[in-house]
C-alpha cells in the first residue's frame, strides 16, 4: 500500500516568494496533519483536518501560512511571502483517527529559504 | 505544553538495554512513540492508552502511568538498528499530539 506521499522532497528559493508543499495521504485516512521541523523548535503541529475541513490551525505561525484540503486525496500548505525563518522540515501525516491510532508521516520536504 | 524527554542522548553497546522517559505536566489522553532515523520521517513504534491498552511493536515495550503523567519506553537487547531519535507524543487533549524534544540513541558494535 502506498503510504503518505509529499513533493516535492527539497525546495530550495529565495525569500518572498511563494511556496506551496503538497500531501497525499494514506486513502481511508480521515485526518490529515502538517508539522514543521527544526532543531531549535523539534516537531511542531501547524494545523489538522478532518474529513477535509481544517479543524485546528493555532500551531500556523502566521498569516503568511496557509492550509488546504480540496478533496479527500490532496492537501496543500502554502507560504506566502517566504523568509528564511520559514526553512525546515514540513511533514505530512495521516490517520484513520487521531488519538488511538498511529499517525503514518510522509518523507518529508526540506524547504530551504535564502 | 512540550513534554520532556530524558535523556537527551544515549550510546549503547549492542545488546544492552535502554529506558527513555517522557513526562507531560497535563493529564494524558494516550502517549505515541515514534523512531526517526536521520533524514527519514518519523515512524510510529507505540501507543499507550488511558486504561492501559497498549499498541505497538514486539520488541519494544513501555509502561503509562497516568497518575503521573509519565510513560516509559524499553529497549531490551539493544540492535544496530534501534539508532535514531526517539519522540514521545502526547494527546493531552482529543486529537492533538504535542512532542517532546527527542532522545537521541546510538547503539555501537
Known amino acids: 500500500d502506498a503510504g503518505v506521499i509529499q513533493s516535492p522532497r527539497h525546495e530550495v528559493t529565495e525569500m518572498g516568494q511563494e511556496v506551496t508543499l503538497r500531501c497525499k495521504p494514506i486513502?481511508?485516512?480521515?485526518?490529515l496533519f502538517w508539522y514543521r521541523q527544526t532543531m531549535m523548535r523539534g516537531l511542531e503541529l501547524l494545523i489538522y483536518f478532518n474529513n477535509n475541513v481544517p479543524i485546528d490551525d493555532s500551531g500556523m505561525p502566521e498569516d503568511r501560512f496557509s492550509a488546504k484540503m480540496p478533496n479527500a486525496s490532496f492537501s496543500t500548505l502554502k507560504i506566502q511571502p517566504s523568509e528564511p525563518r520559514d526553512s525546515a522540515v514540513y511533514f505530512c501525516?495521516?490517520?484513520?483517527?487521531?488519538?488511538?491510532?498511529?499517525?503514518?508521516f510522509g518523507d518529508g520536504t526540506r524547504l530551504s529559504i535564502l | 505544553q512540550q513534554p520532556v524527554q530524558s535523556p537527551q542522548a544515549v550510546i549503547l553497546r549492542e545488546g544492552e538495554d535502554a529506558v527513555i522517559n517522557c513526562s507531560s505536566s497535563?493529564?494524558?489522553?494516550?502517549v505515541h512513540w515514534y523512531r526517526q532515523k536521520h533524514g527519514e520521517a518519523p515512524v510510529f513504534l507505540m501507543i499507550?492508552?488511558?486504561?492501559?491498552e497498549q499498541k505497538g511493536h514486539e520488541k519494544i515495550s513501555a509502561s503509562f502511568n497516568e497518575k503521573k503523567q509519565q510513560s516509559s519506553l524499553y529497549l531490551t537487547a539493544s540492535q544496530l538498528s534501534y539508532s535514531g531519535t526517539y519522540f514521545c507524543?502526547?494527546?493531552?487533549?482529543?486529537?492533538?499530539?504535542?512532542f517532546g524534544s527527542g532522545t537521541r540513541l546510538l547503539v555501537r558494535p
Open positions: 486513502s481511508g485516512h480521515d485526518y
Open positions: 507524543g502526547t494527546e493531552p487533549s482529543s486529537y492533538k499530539l504535542i
Open positions: 499507550l492508552l488511558k486504561g492501559g
Open positions: 501525516a495521516s490517520s484513520v483517527s487521531p488519538g488511538a491510532q498511529p499517525q503514518h
Open positions: 497535563k493529564a494524558l489522553y494516550s
